[in-house]
């Protein structure tokens, strides 16, 4: 059963526009969320959270939105670059002191210049 | 300063062999995780040590896993008998503390033939 979803395995964005990469999850018990980035051969990369208290974290190109009665959080990237073509993996814990994350299956990104 | 490393980068091996994969964490981290990613998969968490403390081995899927950590250094993750469905990536991470960010190695790709 998979508590974290990401149901859209890849997305294509041209240079310069909005991407919107989107994740859902099944327990109520998550309150923290974290987005991760990986590129071919490399482990991922921590990217951006954000606590059940916040509904909206952002940092520079990256907003990460948080809609908790859908159990929906979403990722944007404006202006999207060819550079954050990559996989992105949104993870999520019970809470921000625990170190067991659940991670989604991925979105592969590209964005055409 | 050095991320996580780890060895080697990718192995084939047959099946019914015994494979051992190292990760050298960041130096001064004291919680070290290990992860497994099949195709089309999430990052499904195998074990997670923190310190001395007894490591949490509730992800680990069968007997045939194992995993060392000599104090907070070098982690070796270890598959007996492997078998076919063990093919994936073996991700190693390690945080400055438990629940922190956790910095991804590279990964192993394994491939049971």
């Known amino acids: 059963d998979q508590q974290v979803k990401q149901n859209s395995p890849s997305l294509s964005v041209q240079e310069g526009r909005i991407s919107i990469l989107n994740c859902d999850y099944t327990n109520s018990m998550f309150d923290y969320f974290l987005w991760y980035k990986k590129y071919p051969a490399e482990g991922p990369t921590f990217l951006i959270s954000i606590s059940s208290i916040k509904d909206k974290n952002e940092d520079g190109r990256f907003t990460v939105f948080l809609n908790k009665s859908a159990k929906h959080l979403s990722l944007h990237i404006v202006p999207s670059q060819p550079g954050d073509s990559a996989v992105y993996f949104c993870?999520?814990?019970?809470?921000?002191?625990?170190?067991?994350?659940?991670f989604g299956t991925g979105t592969r990104l590209k964005v055409l210049a | 300063g050095a991320g996580v490393s780890q060895s080697p980068s990718n192995k084939v091996t047959e099946k019914g062999k015994d494979v051992e994969l190292r990760c050298d964490p960041i130096?001064?981290?004291?919680?070290l995780y290990w992860y497994r990613q099949r195709l089309g998969q999430g990052l499904e968490f195998l074990i997670y040590?923190?310190?001395?403390?007894?490591?949490?081995k509730s992800g680990l899927p069968s007997d045939r896993f194992s995993a060392e950590r000599t104090g907070e250094s070098v982690s070796t993750l270890t598959i007996q008998r492997t078998q076919q469905e063990d093919s994936a990536v073996y991700l190693c991470a390690s945080s400055l503390y438990g629940a922190g960010e956790q910095y991804f190695g590279p990964g192993t790709r394994l491939t049971v033939t």
């Open positions: 130096s001064g981290h004291t919680a």
């Open positions: 040590f923190q310190g001395n403390s007894a490591p949490d």
């Open positions: 993870a999520a814990s019970g809470s921000s002191g625990t170190y067991k994350y659940i």
